[in-house]
């Protein structure tokens, strides 16, 4: 449609076209007026030109849209509709902002990047899910959730028609599609099902798949896939159809083309094992795959590529040995196309009878090589009467060996696609589909054949249906706003259709022709140009050729060569052929030719549900059709399905052939929109009314353009006036009964009328602002002026003060100077005359001392060698005497000994000595006690002697010590005075040297000084800062274990989560087995049984039992619906943990016989060790005896020697015999001391002894020997047989010293290990310090400290974790040990009054007593509640299930029920009945379950219950006795603590059931509020501006005009109130409540954000400022209820900087660098995605610059973070519920009576 001529004005802008880039942009330097011949443009770059109109036809170029359309998502949005602007547009999309989708009206235009994106995760899937079509940016998600969407609302079957030509992304396109229906339909079997799906593609890929010119993986074949649902719209399974496979590319490939890829994968595969018997080889030996030259792909590995492939055959059924079978006729093919026939003459051929290859395909395939070699050469020819042979020419052969190779192979395919289709299906019935097409685009190439006839066929019949669906569309929506409208002119390509389909069309010309016995495709050329040359508009002939035509498609002319047109339509095979292979032996073989007798479908498969014809005579007619017979009836079957479905669109563009990443070709892109029906769909939208506003958007864009005058209540009057002054056509604007209709151009030209308004007024604006500046810049120099001149003058004044002031001050100090030179010169002489005295009095004094230090030793040295000389010759002398002594007495000791001699052998001696030997004995005894009691007190006396000696000694010691230092010291002091009178001198010369130096010294230590400041000060400043690095690094270190810890609970609580997933399963599944057992009699009865066989156990057996009887019953009788996985899982853990406890009871019982046989086998050695002992025991008593002589015998040697001492001198001390005497007396009373404790020991031994004996004797009916009783042998003993008892005392004693000897030992060795383990810690810790002292020496100053005191901070810090780790342990030990001496202190009581009861049993009549006791009793502990046994399930089912937040329990006071259920709790503890506290928490906490899962989705419910959940868990804890909760109670509160029983795991079961609460709270204000928060964020405008909404196209997004009862803002806010008051009126504890709003705020903030990365029309200026005003209103919010802290605030953190980053500025690096700074709550992703979504709204804003882009690009590829775009918006953070003790005193809690709780009794 043309545009007016007066748009054509200075400065616009146009497209003129260029062979380059297809269009370029101009612009116009003078207005044009009608009748000029040319246009005076100026291109971008600066050139000037001379634009040339046609003079006939007189077009204007095309106009160019406003910026502020460019990049918009639909391409009906554009005002000017024609193909430059459509390209412009995708390629600004594309290459700028990185968008790959685009649309179209109804089509969703894809464009292929060439790289991964990370826009099809599982959270974008999320986001389209249940958003309409227009709400969202352009997605292929967005296309299929518009299918799905009208599957499941109208009822009615959807197809997805995704074309393109080959690489532009068709197949990834429809995976993405199909991924997206199985992820939404939210099927437990949707992953298995796309999986298989998705396994089909490496398969059909390598069967179908091949290399061309244009793609290396081009699909040579067409596909429609329809994704099965059921009623409840869950995917069941899928079916596959197949269109065109291309045979001829078996036996024919172009250069540089490949065959398909299955048959490379092979030949790369043949070294396997497995492949040896194929006999196959290089892809270069085989004619079928050589012809191209072209084998191998850049970065395709063959090999690996077959074992994907052979992985997907697997999983989707196909065993190995059918794959095996399967690459053997791909072999065998490979074989068949290097048969090689050898002509004989001009009409007969053969084959070698020594060709290889026939050979191995005959072996391969098991048919006759006879016959195959003669009919491969030979056909049968039948008439009426005889049938006979005919030979075949080498041509005519060949064709007949590739028509057999090509056969076999589309017999595969057909075979393939059938067992994918199996694997596919589901026994579920199909409620509806989804189909998607994956075919092949319009195509045209140099040389173009049957195939590309067959495909651009297709085309042209999917473009009419698009057309006829277009038009369609369009006329609804005139109809529905009821506008007149009129026949659009719109492209028809029936007579294009018509002449390929109709009658005498070129297929029914091309089948005729191929009827003729001698047909040719120059004959059918002719019968072509016949009958359609000049006769069709649509049909032409080529001027140099006569065996071609040209057909005048759609999209473009195509030429095709005639030549094998009729070889590939016929398809022709040799019946002869086709029986020998039937009369194989290879059974997979007969099993492809057998389904060939079955009625084929779209590609020979037949369709699902289709009845079939087994008649030979058919078969055989289906087989005599052609190749486009049969093309054209799969085709128009195709048209029937697509037909009865909705179709939705997606049109693949490949944009360039390099595949570089986001770059395009114009002209291949131009190329591709034309045959895609892209531009004809804005041609029929710019033959109508493209532009459509509603009358509100209209007015709110368009305010500025009216006056007030003209601003009416009814906005529909208000806009027609306007429009009638504005645009003086009435044709070019229709209206309707909701929306504005306009004519293409009509937009822009009002756009342009805003811009110039706006302009104007932006202009007035400027001018008084800058007059308002300008005298503003004035007044403040003025003031500036005045302000310098004063500060100048005063300035002048202070200069002359301060110059007297110095003068001065200059004439004192030079005073005092002078005073301070002559005072140190006099100081400096007195200084030297007093050292010279003092050196020359010290030098005398030294030489003095120095002579007496001389003469004294002289004379020391002469008094010891005079001493050593005395003391040698006394030592001599004594040395002698003593010898000569020695001698003397040596002789007579010699005399001595001869007569004792003689005198012992003298009998009569002997005697005398016996007389009165005994009385002597005794005497001696006695004498021998006195001397030791004399010993023993001399001996103590010793001691006491020796301690003070040694006392004494220790003092003297030290004295010693330093007199020997002093001693040693003065010694040295000698030696040293030498040394110091050389150095004196030294000295004397350094004196002079030193007096030089002071001066210079005293210089630098003026300069220490200086430096010491300043490195003091510097070391406080690094102080400080080490202070705050180590502050700061200690609250990193804090917040990153407090990071953990979140992250700890976040997992914890997920666990829980998929905990209640699985036991709500789990209950849903028993419920289902409960009603699928109801429907036979037979299995309730069974169930019955079941159950009240197993009612009578006890309360956690009948729970298991009843589950178990439940899965037995369920797997009897399991139908459709129940998972049987889950089922037979349950149904195995039964079985194991009945087998564990079979096996624990028979390892117990086992146990038991074990212990009672030990028993016996240590009484039976105890009887044998006490036999061993008496035996011993008896040796001993005689080894003792023996002693006892030896005794004897020793006294009386004893006594004679004392009978023959004569003389006292003998008797006296000293004496030999005296001394002799004394030994022996001191070892024997010492031995007797040893042997009394002992006797003692073994007295009380032998009573036991002897006490077991007797016992042991009389279990024997006392048939023992009563000699070998101890009892007797002691009786028996003589007066010595004490030694026996002291003897048995020793062996104990050994025994003992033995056991402490062994366990010092261990102790030892212990700590010789804990001391090397020490010694190793200390060995690491000293290597640590030496390796820190020298990294540290190596360190500057500076760096030694910061190293010294992080090293010190380190190693206390350990030590202070060790320290609380143990104090921990000791905490919990301490708890521990305290808990259980209570309980023992409860148990010890009570087993106390039970002793009280059983010892009076008289009372035990009387029963009134105790029960009067246990009144008085409870006097003291109030606040419990009794209730008997029967009425638990009232209670639970009156406090729980019928109890309802609204009504009743809003007048009760918080927890009212919480306080409830622990009064009753209380008592059951109080009567220690552990079955009854078990039994009421078991029912309390499955109610609660069962309420919340079917009240789940009411938020009152949940939160009430979640109020009441805590706080029966904060009971527990305040009334569980531990120091922890109890320190916050009152003493009444203390008094009332649980008695008997530790709750710990309870409370546990507690905390993770509010998990689960707060986690369905979570979920339940989600939903609630997931439809307000874009209506009320987003889509409101909550300030009123005069930008208004941009124009959009015919996906025209959700109005944000606020509509009735649309969501607000309001609403939000409204609805956090309410939210919020609930929580608080349930008694919830205000950090749960801080909580709950913090998880509320990140969801809002993550939905809105998530909206607005998706969103392009929301990333503008105007839309930042509306987003931010929201955000504060929450802010706001927050404050009115005082709920600050906590990180509430922190969750809308991104949101609020991804409005700043809308309304910062995006021009320079700087603007860069303040946006990478600015966005740290938003990822590197976000930012990219929200400046390349940012679009402005009007003229005046302009887009984000290249530069900027990429200098924050670069700013942000450092970060470490997730890639992922959209923030989780189910993220729920870990809950913490920390104690909160309740004020409420137990006792004062009283029961309203509209509970009905009257059978519970308060105590």
Known sequence: ???????????????????????????????????????????????????????????????????????????????????????????????????????????LVAINPYESLPIYGVDIINAYSGQNMGDMDPHIFAVAEEAYKQMARDERNQSIIVSGESGAGKTVSAKYAMRYFATVSGSSMEASVEERVLASSPIMEAIGNAKTTRNDNSSRFGKYIEIGFDKKYYIIGANMRTYLLEKSRVVFQASEERNYHIFYQLCASAHLPEFKALQLGSADDFHCTNQGRSPVIDGVDDVQEMQTTRRAFSLLGIGEKQQMDLFQILAAILHLGNVEVVGKGSGNCSISAEDCHLTVFCELLMVSHEDMAHWLCHKKLKTATETFNKPLAKTEAVDGRDALAKHIYARLFTWIVSQINKALQSSSKQHSFIGVLDIYGFETFEINSFEQFCIN???????????????????????????????????????????????????????????????????????????????????????????????????????????????????????????????????????????????????????????????MNQSLREHKKSVGLQF????????????????????????????????????????????????????????????????????????????????????????????????????????????????????????????????????????????????????????????????????????????????????????????????????????????????LRGHTARLQYKQ????????????????????????????????????????????????????????????????????????????????????????????????????????????????????????RLGDQVSTLEEELDMTREELERSKKMVEELNEKNSLLKSEKDELNTMIKEQGQQITDNLQK????????????????????????????????????????????????????????????????????????????????????????????????????????????????????????????????????????????????????????????????????????????????????????????????????????????????????????????????????????????????????????????????????????????LQSE??????????????????????????????????????????????????????????????????????????????????????????????????????????????????????GMLEYRKEDESKLVKTLITELKPRGVAVSLIPGLPAYILFMCLRHADFTNNDQKVCTLLNSSINCIKSVLKKKGEDFETVSFWMANTCRLLHCLKQYSGEEAYTKHNTTQQNEQCLLNFDLTEYRQVLSDLIIQIYQQLIKCMENILQPMIVAGMLEQDTIPVLMGPKPTGLRKRTSSVPEEGAYSLESILKQLSSFHSTLLQHGNDPDLVRQVVKQQFYFIGAVTLNSLLLRKDMCSWNKGLQIRYNVSQLEEWLMDKDIQGGGVREMLEPLIQATKLLQVNKKSKEDAEAIATMCTALTAAQIVKILNLYTPVNEFEERVSVSCMKAVQALLKDRQESPQLLMDSKTVFPITFPFNPSPVALESIQIPASLNLSFLTLL
């Open 1 to 107: 449609m043309r545009a007016a001529p007066g748009l054509y004005s200075k400065y616009a802008r146009v497209w003129i076209p260029d062979p380059v880039e297809v269009w370029r942009s101009a612009e116009l330097t003078k207005d044009y007026t009608p009748g000029d011949t040319a246009l005076q443009l100026q291109l971008e770059d600066g050139t000037e030109l001379e634009y040339k109109l046609d003079p006939k036809s007189n077009d204007l170029p095309p106009l160019r849209n406003p910026d502020i359309l460019v990049g918009e998502n639909d391409l009906t949005a554009l005002s000017y509709l024609h193909e430059p602007a459509v390209l412009h547009n995708l390629s600004v999309r594309f290459m700028d902002s990185k968008l790959i989708y685009t649309y179209c009206g109804i089509i």
């Open 457 to 615: 066929y297709a085309n042209e019949k999917l473009q009419q249906q698009f057309n006829l669906h277009v038009f369609k569309l369009e006329q609804e929506e005139y109809l529905k706003e009821q506008i007149p409208w009129t026949l659009i002119d719109f492209y028809d390509n029936q007579p294009c259709i018509n002449l390929i389909e109709a009658k005498m069309g070129v297929l029914d010309l091309l089948d005729e022709e191929c009827m003729m016995p001698k047909g040719s495709d120059d004959s059918w050329a002719q019968k072509l140009y016949n009958t359609h040359l000049k006769k069709s508009a649509h049909f032409d002939k080529p001027r140099m050729s006569n065996k071609a035509f040209i057909i005048n498609h759609f999209a473009d002319r195509v030429e095709y060569q005639c030549e094998g047109f009729l070889e590939k339509n016929k398809d022709t095979v040799n019946e002869e052929q086709i029986n020998v292979l039937k009369s194989s032996e290879f059974a997979f073989l007969l099993e492809l030719f057998q389904e060939e007798e079955k009625p084929p479908g779209p590609t020979g498969v037949a369709a699902p549900g289709r009845p079939k014809v087994g008649r």
């Open 632 to 839: 054209r009836s799969s085709l128009n079957l195709l048209m029937e399905t697509l037909n009865a479905t909705t179709p939705h669109y997606v049109r693949c563009i490949k944009p360039n052939d390099h595949k570089s990443p986001f770059m395009m070709d114009p002209s291949r892109a131009a190329q591709q929109l034309r045959a895609c029906g892209v531009l004809e769909t804005i041609r029929l939208s710019a033959a109508g009314f493209p532009s459509r506003w509603t009358y509100q958007e209209f007015f709110i864009r368009y305010r500025v353009l009216m006056k007030q005058k003209d601003v009416l209540s009814d906005r529909k009057l208000t806009c027609q006036n306007v429009l009638e002054r504005l645009i003086q056509d009435p044709d070019k604007y229709k209206f309707g009964k909701t929306k504005i209709f306009f004519r293409a151009g009509q937009v822009a030209y009002l756009e342009k009328l805003r811009a110039d308004k706006l302009r104007a007024a932006c202009i007035q604006i400027q001018k008084t602002i800058r007059c308002w500046v300008a005298r503003k810049k004035y007044l403040r120099l003025r003031r500036s002026t005045i302000t310098i001149q004063r500060y100048v003058r005063g300035q002048q004044a202070r200069a002359l003060c301060k110059t007297l002031r110095r003068t001065k001050a200059a004439v004192v100090i030079q005073k005092y100077q002078r005073m301070c030179a002559a005072r140190r010169l006099y100081q400096r002489k007195q200084t030297a005359a007093v050292l010279l005295q003092r050196l």
């Open 852 to 971: 007496l230090r001389y003469e004294q030793k002289v004379v020391v040295v002469q008094r010891w060698v005079r001493g050593w000389l005395v003391r040698l010759q006394y030592r001599r002398t004594m040395q002698a005497v003593v010898y000569l002594q020695c001698c003397v007495r040596r002789m007579l000791a010699r005399r001595e000994l001869k007569k004792l001699k003689i005198e012992a052998r003298s009998v009569e001696h002997y005697r005398k000595l016996n007389v009165g030997m005994e009385n002597k004995i005794m005497q001696l005894q006695r004498k021998v006690d006195d001397q030791h009691r004399e010993n023993k007190e001399l001996l103590e006396r010793l001691i006491v002697v020796e301690s003070s000696s040694v006392a004494e000694l220790e003092k003297l010691r030290p004295q010693i010590e330093a007199l020997q230092g002093v001693e040693e010291k003065a010694r």
């Open 1033 to 1300: 690094a200690h609250q990193e270190y804090l917040e990153l274990l407090q990071t953990e810890l979140n992250e700890e609970r976040s997992r914890y609580q997920n666990l829980l989560t998929e905990h209640l997933k699985l036991e709500e399963q789990n209950a849903d599944l028993k419920s289902e087995v409960e009603v699928a057992t109801h429907v036979s009699k037979l299995d309730h009865l069974r169930t019955d049984s079941a159950y009240s066989s197993n009612e009578s156990e006890s309360t956690r057996c009948s729970e298991f039992t009843g589950s178990e009887v439940s899965l037995h019953g369920q797997e009897m009788e399991l139908h459709g619906g129940v998972d049987v996985a889950l089922l037979l899982k349950l149904q195995r853990r039964v079985a194991e943990l009945e087998q564990e406890k079979l096996n624990l009871q028979s390892e117990w019982d086992s146990k038991e016989d074990q212990i009672q046989q030990d028993h016996a086998k240590e009484l039976e050695e105890c009887r044998r060790t006490l036999g061993a002992e008496r035996d011993c025991e008896a040796q001993k008593r005689q080894e003792l005896e023996s002693g006892n002589k030896r005794l004897k015998k020793d006294l009386n040697e004893l006594r004679l020697s004392l009978s023959q001492e004569k003389g006292s001198r003998r008797g006296s001390p000293g004496a030999p015999a005296y001394n002799v005497l004394l030994e022996q007396l001191n070892s024997v009373s010492e031995e007797l001391e040893v042997r009394k404790e002992e006797v003692l020991l073994l007295r009380a031994q032998l009573v036991n002894l002897e006490a077991f004996k007797y016992k042991e004797a009389g279990t024997e009916g006392n048939s023992g020997d009563p000699s070998r009783s101890p009892t007797l042998d002691l009786h028996e003993l003589n007066e010595d047989g004490e030694l026996f008892m002291v003897y048995e005392g020793l062996k104990e004693t050994n025994r003992l010293l033995e056991s402490q």
């Open 1305 to 1422: 030992r261990q102790d030892h060795a212990q700590e010789l290990q804990s001391l090397k383990a020490e010694l190793q810690s200390l060995k690491k810790e000293r290597d640590q310090q030496q390796q820190l002292l020298s990294h540290t020496l190596q360190l500057p100053q500076d760096g030694r400290v910061h190293a010294a005191l992080q090293h010190e901070i380190s190693r206390l810090t350990r030590h202070n974790v060790d320290l609380m780790e143990q104090m921990d342990k000791q905490d919990k030990t301490i708890r521990k040990l305290k808990k259980q001496l209570k309980i023992y202190m409860k148990r010890a009581e009570e087993t106390d009054h039970v002793q009280i009861d059983e010892s009076s049993p008289k009372n035990r009549a009387n029963e009134a007593l105790p029960e009067i006791s246990i009144l008085r009793k409870e006097r003291h502990c109030q």
